[in-house]
């Protein structure tokens, strides 16, 4: 199957920055879109930035011209640089992709905790 190791998340003062990266092993035989989605407290996760395969992206309001998503193809890693964090991106991250490995499926990193204090 797929395994993905998420690293890059702990504490930060709001204004400051973080990077995540997510990087996925297995029998993969082809890596389709990638993702970030977010979640917090009492919140209901959902979809931070996405980048598909040929490099298009799309990322929350909430997140714009804040949040810069990539990937290396070549690593099978997904990143998210976060800029001028604030305590509202306070939240856990999970990375997210579609792969296929026998078919087509969805896989969720473990979750890496971002907290950023006011």
């Known amino acids: 199957q797929v395994q993905l190791v998420e690293s890059g998340g702990g504490l930060v003062q709001a204004g400051g920055s973080l990077r995540l990266s997510c990087a996925a092993s297995g029998s993969i035989v082809r890596l389709n879109a990638m993702g970030w989605h977010r979640q917090a407290p009492g919140k209901q996760r959902e979809l931070v930035a996405r980048i598909t395969s040929g490099g298009s992206t799309n990322y929350a309001d909430s997140v714009k011209d804040r949040f810069t998503i990539s990937r290396d193809n070549a690593k099978n890693t997904v990143y998210l640089q976060m800029n001028s964090l604030k305590p509202d991106d306070t939240a856990v991250y999970y990375c997210?992709?579609?792969?296929?490995?026998?078919?087509?499926?969805?896989?969720w990193g473990q979750g890496t905790q971002v907290t950023v204090s006011s």
């Open positions: 997210n992709l579609n792969a296929l490995v026998r078919s087509t499926s969805d896989y």
